[in-house]
């Protein structure tokens, strides 16, 4: 007997009043991750006319808590030294506050004029930064074997800082010209390779790497968020590591920092270049969990150079202990991740190109300065933002997040944006103009 084939009747789908549902695959952790992610900053910023500007106030609050910190602990860390010196305990941590007035009314401005009016600084901005280079190593102060500093009427200032945020402006300018044609070498590498090149050559004739390693960085995340081929960072950080190998191997001071942070022994003529380093983990390691308390560093009585400056991280860790250097990072962090979702939110090359690298510039160069204070680096001069020592830096870094502000304030609700300063006119450059329509005469 011969069985006939049934026909296999096609799933019907469940009516409105059917408890069935169909069965859906399990997600992933990475999809489980992205989901909860996009939720929490739904959640957090608001979505359409709704949105409460979180993302702009994180941004400020993290800065104003990093520059306050800044201040607080370098009066602590500076203290010591200036009364040996025969000056005033409070000397630094007061140049400092003023540099910090002045940033954080920098950043206010910025923060309410239109990002795109920056463009029209662009090679303004880096020529001035180019001529204030080449005229430091001319008349300019050396300290430490570091000739970066330009004395203007008592106050010394730092044109490699300056620099940072020119190149930054500048190549968010070019590049966003550039546009389409990025998908070829040729105009990737000219005129913002040359002119990164020429900045980094400068401020290594003045014998600073740490800045110069900056700087590399910045012209990397340029060319990243602009959309530069893969192939093309591979090849750059080929010549970019073969030239770091090289200026290290010709400087018997880098390659004695070098050998002592890799060894742990000093060098052949007994020097110990990682008498800093080793200090600076003593500071960390004695400050356990809640630290020694705000003032009473040991390190600080002249064991680590340069504590207020490059090494003030050692100083948080022992006076404030584990829990004031978490702090640091979460802040850190705040700043990042809300910074990162400025860039993300940018549909303009110019704004996520100088979002961006901002963005790198900030959070690089504080991962490097910790990398140094707890070993995982040689001893590099890179200041930690916002809290070391140094007025040009902290002036600059305000501004950068100026920058960022001003970008986050778009995100805001018209009904609770602050309003801008500067507004561009129909037809002005770098805007596009509005279309007039004819009205027909009856």
């Given at each position: 007997m011969v069985s006939t084939p049934t026909r296999q009747q096609p799933a019907r789908k469940p009516g409105p009043g059917s408890s069935a549902s169909p069965v859906?695959?399990?997600?992933?952790?990475?999809?489980?991750?992205?989901?909860?992610?996009?939720?929490?900053?739904?959640?957090?910023?608001?979505?359409?006319?709704?949105?409460?500007?979180?993302?702009?106030?994180?941004?400020?609050?993290?800065?104003?808590?990093?520059?306050?910190?800044?201040?607080?602990?370098?009066?602590?860390?500076?203290?010591?030294?200036?009364?040996?010196?025969?000056?005033?305990?409070?000397?630094?941590?007061?140049?400092?506050?003023?540099?910090?007035?002045?940033?954080?009314?920098?950043?206010?401005?910025?923060?309410?004029?239109?990002?795109?009016?920056?463009?029209?600084?662009?090679?303004?901005?880096?020529?001035?930064?180019?001529?204030?280079?080449?005229?430091?190593?001319?008349?300019?102060?050396?300290?430490?074997?570091?000739?970066?500093?330009?004395?203007?009427?008592?106050?010394?200032?730092?044109?490699?800082?300056?620099?940072?945020?020119?190149?930054?402006?500048?190549?968010?300018?070019?590049?966003?010209?550039?546009?389409?044609?990025?998908?070829?070498?040729?105009?990737?590498?000219?005129?913002a390779v040359p002119m990164a090149g020429a900045v980094i050559v400068l401020v290594m004739v003045g014998n600073d790497l740490g800045t110069a390693m900056i700087i590399t960085m910045i012209t990397a995340a340029a060319l990243f968020f602009a959309g530069a081929p893969v192939y093309f960072f591979g090849i750059a950080g080929l010549v970019g590591a073969a030239g770091a190998a090289i200026m290290a191997i010709t400087s018997p001071n880098r390659v004695c920092r070098i050998t002592s942070w890799w060894t742990g022994q000093s060098c052949a003529d007994g020097v110990d270049a990682n008498y800093q380093a080793t200090n600076g983990l003593y500071g960390l390691a004695s400050g356990g969990w809640f630290g020694v308390g705000l003032g009473q560093s040991r390190q600080k009585y002249s064991w680590i150079p340069e504590a207020h400056n490059d090494f003030i991280f050692a100083i948080i860790g022992e006076e404030l202990g584990l829990v004031g250097t978490v702090v640091v990072l979460i802040l850190f962090a705040i700043l990042g991740a809300a910074i990162y979702r400025v860039v993300v939110a940018q549909e303009d090359v110019f704004h996520r190109v100088l979002a961006g690298t901002i963005m790198v510039w900030l959070l690089g160069q504080a991962t490097v300065n910790m990398a140094v204070v707890t070993g995982l680096m040689p001893v590099i001069g890179v200041p930690l933002p916002f809290i070391s020592y140094g007025g040009s830096a902290l002036l600059m870094s305000l501004c950068a997040v100026g920058v960022v502000l001003s970008l986050a304030r778009e995100q805001m609700a018209p009904a609770i944006r602050p309003k801008k300063m500067l507004k561009f006119k129909a037809g002005s450059r770098g805007m596009p103009a509005k279309k007039k329509t004819a009205r027909k005469r009856a």
């Amino acid at each position: 007997m011969v069985s006939t084939p049934t026909r296999q009747q096609p799933a019907r789908k469940p009516g409105p009043g059917s408890s069935a549902s169909p069965v859906q695959p399990p997600a992933t952790l990475p999809a489980r991750l992205r989901t909860f992610r996009r939720r929490f900053w739904s959640l957090l910023e608001g979505n359409g006319t709704s949105r409460n500007g979180s993302t702009y106030y994180l941004i400020l609050g993290s800065t104003l808590a990093l520059t306050a910190i800044g201040i607080m602990m370098v009066l602590s860390a500076s203290s010591v030294e200036s009364i040996a010196a025969g000056k005033s305990p409070y000397g630094d941590a007061l140049k400092q506050g003023m540099f910090a007035g002045i940033g954080i009314f920098t950043m206010f401005v910025l923060s309410r004029i239109n990002v795109t009016w920056l463009k029209r600084l662009a090679w303004i901005a880096i020529g001035v930064a180019l001529v204030l280079l080449v005229l430091v190593q001319a008349v300019g102060a050396e300290v430490n074997g570091n000739k970066n500093w330009i004395d203007i009427g008592g106050i010394t200032f730092q044109p490699s800082e300056a620099s940072k945020l020119a190149l930054a402006l500048w190549m968010a300018t070019v590049l966003a010209r550039k546009g389409k044609l990025l998908s070829r070498w040729q105009h990737v590498a000219v005129p913002a390779v040359p002119m990164a090149g020429a900045v980094i050559v400068l401020v290594m004739v003045g014998n600073d790497l740490g800045t110069a390693m900056i700087i590399t960085m910045i012209t990397a995340a340029a060319l990243f968020f602009a959309g530069a081929p893969v192939y093309f960072f591979g090849i750059a950080g080929l010549v970019g590591a073969a030239g770091a190998a090289i200026m290290a191997i010709t400087s018997p001071n880098r390659v004695c920092r070098i050998t002592s942070w890799w060894t742990g022994q000093s060098c052949a003529d007994g020097v110990d270049a990682n008498y800093q380093a080793t200090n600076g983990l003593y500071g960390l390691a004695s400050g356990g969990w809640f630290g020694v308390g705000l003032g009473q560093s040991r390190q600080k009585y002249s064991w680590i150079p340069e504590a207020h400056n490059d090494f003030i991280f050692a100083i948080i860790g022992e006076e404030l202990g584990l829990v004031g250097t978490v702090v640091v990072l979460i802040l850190f962090a705040i700043l990042g991740a809300a910074i990162y979702r400025v860039v993300v939110a940018q549909e303009d090359v110019f704004h996520r190109v100088l979002a961006g690298t901002i963005m790198v510039w900030l959070l690089g160069q504080a991962t490097v300065n910790m990398a140094v204070v707890t070993g995982l680096m040689p001893v590099i001069g890179v200041p930690l933002p916002f809290i070391s020592y140094g007025g040009s830096a902290l002036l600059m870094s305000l501004c950068a997040v100026g920058v960022v502000l001003s970008l986050a304030r778009e995100q805001m609700a018209p009904a609770i944006r602050p309003k801008k300063m500067l507004k561009f006119k129909a037809g002005s450059r770098g805007m596009p103009a509005k279309k007039k329509t004819a009205r027909k005469r009856a």
